[in-house]
């Protein structure tokens, strides 16, 4: 995958003749103003899309905080949002696209290939000249067939497992939460033993748009992550991790996304966890 077949700039999507369909995706941690700030402004057509509740199923300390909601679920959402058969889909945010990716990575593991990220998202959108609209849009409904497939996926044993057979488990989360310094959300602290620190963050650059392929693919090989590796992806619960595996194929690796992430192992008092910057484990 190319970085044209993730990202998409904000002029080429102002000159894009295509109908395309917008979806909008605030969200942030641990806040719920993303409908209100869509409401306030957004791209003209655009699809609010509500992370918690129609691009995750119920969370369980089993499955994790955001779990993959199942296919059925998906293309009903994705019919509700206006997506029929050979639309073009970009999806985007108001913080980089760390929200979107998770709507960029699921339909695309439903089986559309014409989905792509607004790279710097809103920002980007409005620096280009581009308008904004307010109010609720209710599009008519599609009628898109997802099939399932599009991306790989990990369990928590196939996650787990990947670096002891010479794969790279990468940690998408913040370094301090790696090192098990601070843990805002989960039951414990750490990471898994064997993940390399790779926070999301660093997929941008200063403006809010993805960094340059080469800039992308110089960190990551440094990492391990490099074109025909055994790649898997987590975070918190599966949402940043997807902005992740956005840029690794941005710069051409192939990457698993671990949709239960550190939500799901830290439950499980079994699991063991490691701390600081080694891997070393901890109970």
């Known amino acids: 995958m190319s970085r044209?077949?993730?990202l998409v700039p904000a002029a080429g999507l102002l000159a894009e003749p295509r109908r395309v369909v917008l979806l909008d995706v605030r969200w942030a941690l641990g806040e719920?103003?993303?409908r209100e700030r869509y409401l306030e402004g957004h791209l003209p057509g655009a699809v609010f899309v509500d992370l918690d509740t129609e691009l995750a199923d119920p969370p369980s300390a089993e499955a994790g905080r955001h779990p993959l909601p199942s296919l059925q679920r998906l293309e009903a959402a994705a019919r509700r949002w206006g997506i029929s058969a050979g639309?073009?889909?970009?999806a985007y945010d108001d913080s980089g696209g760390l929200a979107a990716a998770r709507a960029w990575w699921l339909l695309r593991w439903g089986g559309l290939a014409d989905v792509r990220l607004l790279d710097g998202g809103l920002a980007a959108w409005r620096s280009a000249g581009g308008p904004v609209e307010s109010g609720d849009?209710?599009?008519?409904?599609?009628?898109?067939?997802?099939?399932?497939?599009?991306?790989?996926?990990?369990?928590?044993?196939?996650?787990?497992?990947?670096?002891?057979?010479g794969g790279v488990l990468l940690d998408a989360r913040a370094a301090e939460r790696y090192r098990g310094e601070v843990e805002p959300v989960d039951p414990r602290a750490g990471h898994v033993p064997g993940a390399r620190s790779a926070p999301t963050t660093a997929n941008l650059g200063p403006d809010?748009?993805?960094?340059?392929v080469?800039?992308?693919g110089e960190r990551f090989a440094a990492l391990g992550a490099v074109p025909g590796a055994n790649v898997g992806v987590y975070c918190g619960s599966g949402v940043t991790a997807a902005h992740e595996v956005a840029a690794l194929a941005a710069a051409g690796v192939e990457a698993a996304l671990w949709p239960g992430s550190w939500s799901q192992w830290s439950a499980d008092p079994q699991r063991p966890v490691a701390v600081g910057d080694d891997v070393s484990a901890a109970p």
């Open 4 to 6: 044209d077949a993730v």
């Open 87 to 90: 639309d073009r889909v970009v």
């Open 214 to 216: 080469a800039v992308l």
């Open 137 to 165: 849009v209710v599009p008519a409904s599609g009628d898109v067939t997802l099939t399932g497939g599009g991306m790989p996926i990990l369990t928590a044993d196939q996650a787990a497992a990947l670096p002891g057979r």
């Open 32 to 34: 719920d103003r993303g």
């Open 208 to 212: 809010g748009t993805f960094a340059p």
